[in-house]
């Protein structure tokens, strides 16, 4: 499995008239088997800093390395096949509104070549991994947001990931179902190996599944290290707003 190195990452996005530099210099190493989080108020950059990490976004300075491999260093053929080892799922699901839940996570087996009986097969496995084994003939105007979040999971996995990233992958649930599909990632961590980066502004989330966080302001890395010990003792301006918020969450 494969560690995670980001090395004085940059991102600056320029058009004819500004510039909006996303991130600064960015360093940190997430191992292999972590759940780590990326947390930060809404404009931190941890959005172009996760598409970073699978090379979505190419950083204007600095190296990402998966494994041994530098992601910069790779042809287009290397990289896709790099890619294939990291899956994402996100907020709003992207599942396909006209394919069935067996056939959304079929689609990207399909796609490599695989055939439809061999997809099926490995469609249902994944069904049960995420408890929706009733719902394969289901389209997801039929599903509860929970249920959709499961399949996109499903559909993440397809691929057999080394990586799984998750972008605000909790952001459009309640609590309760929030509370269930982190116990899902949990499990597929434990059970599986994937390493898990999780992108929030929850540090409900944070709390609850991750063993490690790390805290952007304004494209800046400002915090980061075992959960409990940032929790604990915070250290910066941008750590005691989040967990204040947190706070007044809970009391609302």
Known sequence: MSNIIIDH???TFTDSETEVHALHD???KIDSGDIYGVIGMSGAGKSTLVRCLNYLEVPTEGHVYIGDKELGALSESELRNER???SMIFQH????MQKNVIDNICFPLI???V???EARKKARELLKTVDLTDKEKAYPAQLSGGQKQRVAIARALASEPEILLCDEATSALDPQTTSSILGLLRRINQELGITIVIITHQMAVVREICNKVAILEHGHLVEHGEVDEVF???RTRAAKTLLK???AESDG
Do not use: A, D, R
């Not at 699901?93 to 396909?96: G, I, Q, R, T, V």
């Open 84 to 86: 294939s080892k990291i």
């Open 115 to 117: 055939s439809k009986k």
């Open 9 to 11: 990452v940059s991102k």
């Open 245 to 247: 918020y947190e706070e």
């Open 93 to 96: 699901f992207n599942l396909l």
């Open 26 to 28: 960015i360093c940190l």
């Open 232 to 234: 604990l003792n915070p």
């Open 111 to 113: 796609i490599k070549g």
